[in-house]
C-alpha cells in the first residue's frame, strides 16, 4: 500500500482527496487547521518545525499540499501572514519531500493570472494581481526550483456539498434558502470544478506518474452570477434571488482576475476524456444534496479539565472492559459457540463513551468516520448509515422508484426474490405497491436458485434482490449475467454476509445497491444499525 499525506485534509479539496484515496486503497494520514475531523492530526503549516517533523515521522510516499490561507480579501490585508503560510510552509513541505524523495501534489489557482484574457493554458506566463495569487504564484516557484518528481493542479472556483464549508455553492445555498438575495459578479468567468471530479482527476494523474503543471477544472466557462443560479436551480431555490452585478460594485479588498479560468486540453489529453461538463457536475451536487451524503460533524474539543477527565473515564472503562468483558481463553467441550452474538473490545466501549460524552445519539463524527471508512472498504460511490437492515432494504428498493431515476419502477412491476428470505427484505416490495415473484432456493446454501431465475421474468421484471443467506455468498456470476442481459436493477442484501466474498469480491459491492445490518447478531454491531452500499452511478 502506497502510504500518502493530506496536508489540510478536513478541508473542501483534501476532505474529498480522502475519499477518493480511501477507494484507491492508499494508507493515508491527513492533517487539520481550522476544522477538527477525527482521525487527523492539528498541524499549521506557519509551523515549520511542526510540518518538518510530521512528514519526517511519516514518510509518506505521496505528499498532497492542500492547505493555505485562500480568503483573498484577508490574503490582501494581511501579506506577511500569506506569504510566511503560502510560500515559506510550502517551501519546508518542499524540502522534506525533497529529503525523503516523496511526490509532492500541489494545488494552485488561475487566480496567478491577471485575468485579461483567459483562459489560460499551463504554458502562459503569470501575472498575479493580487496577494493571494502573488503568494500561490511564488509557491508554485519554489516547487519547481527543488523539486523534479512534482505535480502542480490549477484549479478555480471548487465547490462541493458539505455542510461546513464556505465554498460558493454552500454560499449561494445557505444566502437563498434564508431567503436573502445574493449579488454576485456577472463579469467573473471561470470554470467551475466539483470537488470530487478534482479529486478523482487528482488521483489518476497521480497514478499515471504525472509531472508538471495540469489544469484540473470544469471543462465549462462560465459568469458567476450564471453559475449561481444554476446551482440555485440545482437546490430546488428561485434563481431570481440572485442579483448579477459587477465586480466593481463590491468594493473587495482584493482585485479579481475577470476574464480567468482555465483550458482543459491538456487534462483531456492526459486523462483520455474531455474534462467534466458542468452539466454532469451538477447532477452529481444534486444527488450529494439529496443524499446528504457527506455531511460531517465537528468532534468537541476537550481542553484541561474536560480532557483529563475524558481520559480517566477511557481508562476505567479499559479496567472494566478487561474485567467483564475480554474474551476468555477457548476450552474445548467447555467453552459454549454462539451462532452469533456481539463482538466487541475495548476501542468500541471507549468509542462508545466517547460519544456518550459529547451526547451524540445521533449520527455524529464515528458515523461519519464509518460511513467513509465502509465507503472505502467496498469501493463504493458512497456509503450511507442507517437506522436498520430493514430500513436499509427500505431505502434501497423505495429508491428504485424515484422520480428522478432514469428508468424508474412504477407500481405493480415485478421483482423477483427468493422464496426463502428475512421478512424485512421481502416487506419493502410489497410495501412500494411492487410484485414479488419467490423463485426456490437451493438446499444446502438457502440461496437462490440463479438457474431459475430467467423462467421467473415477465415484462414487467425489472429488478432482482437477492440476500446472501447467513454469511453465504449467491452465486454472483450467473445473477449478474442474468440481470445484465435483461436490464433489471439488482440489490444484494448483504445484512448477513459483510466481509464474505465471491470469486474474491466482497459481497454487496456487485449490485447497483447492498443492504448491511448491524443488528447485534450480526459481524459488528452498533446495536440497531444498517447501511447501504451504493455503487452505480445512478444513484
Ligand atoms: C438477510 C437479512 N436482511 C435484513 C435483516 C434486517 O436487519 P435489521 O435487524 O438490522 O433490521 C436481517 C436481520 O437479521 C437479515 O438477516
Not at 515521522?57 to 510566511?84: G, M, S, W
Not at 494552485?108 to 501575472?127: L, M, V
Not at 472494566?320 to 475495548?346: D, M, Q
Not at 432482482?464 to 455468498?473: A, K, M, S
Request: aromatic content about 8%; charged content about 25%.
Amino acid at each position: 500500500k502506497l502510504k500518502a499525506v493530506v496536508i489540510g485534509a478536513s478541508g473542501l479539496i483534501g476532505q474529498g482527496l480522502v475519499r477518493v484515496l480511501e477507494n484507491n486503497q492508499y494508507e493515508i494520514a491527513g492533517t487539520y487547521m481550522a476544522r477538527s475531523l477525527p482521525g487527523l492530526t492539528r498541524l499549521d503549516l506557519g509551523d515549520f518545525s511542526a510540518v518538518q517533523e510530521y512528514l519526517h515521522h511519516l514518510k509518506p510516499q505521496l505528499i498532497f499540499l492542500t492547505a493555505a490561507l485562500t480568503n483573498v480579501d484577508y490574503c490582501e490585508e494581511h501579506p506577511d501572514e500569506t506569504f510566511r503560510i503560502n510560500i515559506e510552509g510550502t517551501r519546508r513541505v518542499v524540502e522534506e519531500a525533497s529529503r525523503l524523495g516523496s511526490k509532492l501534489v500541489f494545488y494552485s489557482t488561475d487566480y496567478i493570472f491577471d485575468g485579461k484574457n483567459g483562459p489560460y493554458d499551463e504554458e502562459i506566463q503569470a501575472s498575479p494581481v493580487s496577494i493571494y495569487g502573488r503568494s500561490k504564484f511564488e509557491a508554485e516557484r519554489v516547487i519547481q526550483e527543488v523539486l523534479e518528481d512534482y505535480l502542480i493542479l490549477r484549479t478555480t472556483v471548487v465547490y462541493g456539498w458539505d455542510r461546513r464549508s464556505k465554498n460558493f455553492a454552500m454560499q449561494v445555498y445557505q444566502k437563498l434558502q434564508s431567503g436573502v438575495p445574493l449579488q454576485v459578479p456577472e463579469d467573473q468567468v471561470g470554470n467551475p470544478t466539483l470537488v470530487d471530479y478534482l479529486a478523482e482527476a487528482s488521483v489518476r494523474l497521480v497514478q499515471q506518474h504525472t509531472c508538471g503543471i495540469v489544469n484540473v477544472v470544469g471543462k465549462d466557462l462560465i459568469p458567476r452570477s450564471e453559475f449561481s443560479r444554476a446551482l440555485a436551480r440545482v437546490f430546488g431555490l428561485d434563481p431570481q434571488m440572485i442579483v448579477p452585478v459587477p465586480t466593481a460594485s463590491l468594493k473587495q479588498r482584493a482585485q479579481r482576475p475577470l476574464q480567468g479560468g482555465l483550458k482543459t486540453e491538456k487534462l483531456g489529453r492526459l486523462l483520455g476524456t474531455e474534462a467534466m461538463s458542468l452539466d454532469e457536475a451538477l447532477k452529481r451536487l444534486r444527488r450529494q444534496w439529496r443524499g446528504d451524503a457527506q455531511i460531517t460533524y465537528a468532534k468537541a474539543e476537550r481542553s484541561g479539565e474536560s480532557a483529563r477527565i475524558a481520559k480517566e473515564i477511557f481508562d476505567r472503562v479499559k479496567e472494566y472492559y478487561n474485567l467483564v468483558h475480554k474474551e476468555k481463553k477457548f476450552v474445548p467441550f467447555k467453552t459454549p459457540i454462539s451462532y452469533a452474538g456481539r463482538v466487541f473490545n475495548e476501542q468500541e466501549m471507549i468509542s462508545l463513551v466517547d460519544s456518550a460524552l459529547d451526547f451524540w445519539l445521533t449520527l455524529g463524527p464515528y458515523g461519519d468516520l464509518f460511513e467513509r471508512k465502509m465507503r472505502g472498504f467496498f469501493g463504493a460511490r458512497d456509503f450511507l448509515l442507517v437506522n436498520s437492515g430493514s430500513s436499509a432494504s427500505l431505502l434501497a428498493v423505495s429508491s428504485l422508484m424515484a422520480h428522478d431515476l432514469e428508468g424508474h419502477l412504477e407500481k405493480g412491476d415485478e421483482i423477483i426474490t427468493p422464496a426463502v428470505t428475512f421478512p424485512s427484505t421481502l416487506a419493502p416490495i410489497v410495501q412500494n405497491g411492487l410484485i414479488p415473484v419467490l423463485v426456490d432456493a437451493e438446499v444446502g446454501t438457502y440461496n437462490i436458485n440463479p438457474y431459475l431465475i430467467e423462467k421467473a421474468i415477465s415484462p414487467r421484471t425489472r429488478a432482482i434482490v437477492v440476500p446472501h443467506t447467513l454469511g453465504n455468498p449467491c452465486d454472483m456470476d450467473v445473477i449478474c449475467d442474468v440481470a445484465r442481459r435483461h436490464h433489471l436493477f439488482l440489490i444484494e442484501d448483504a445484512c448477513d454476509a459483510l466481509g464474505s466474498t465471491f470469486r474474491g469480491k466482497l459481497v454487496g459491492s456487485f449490485g447497483d445497491m447492498g443492504t448491511l445490518s448491524f443488528f447485534p447478531a450480526h459481524h459488528i454491531t452498533m446495536g440497531e444499525g444498517g447501511g447501504v452500499i451504493i455503487n452505480s452511478a445512478r444513484f
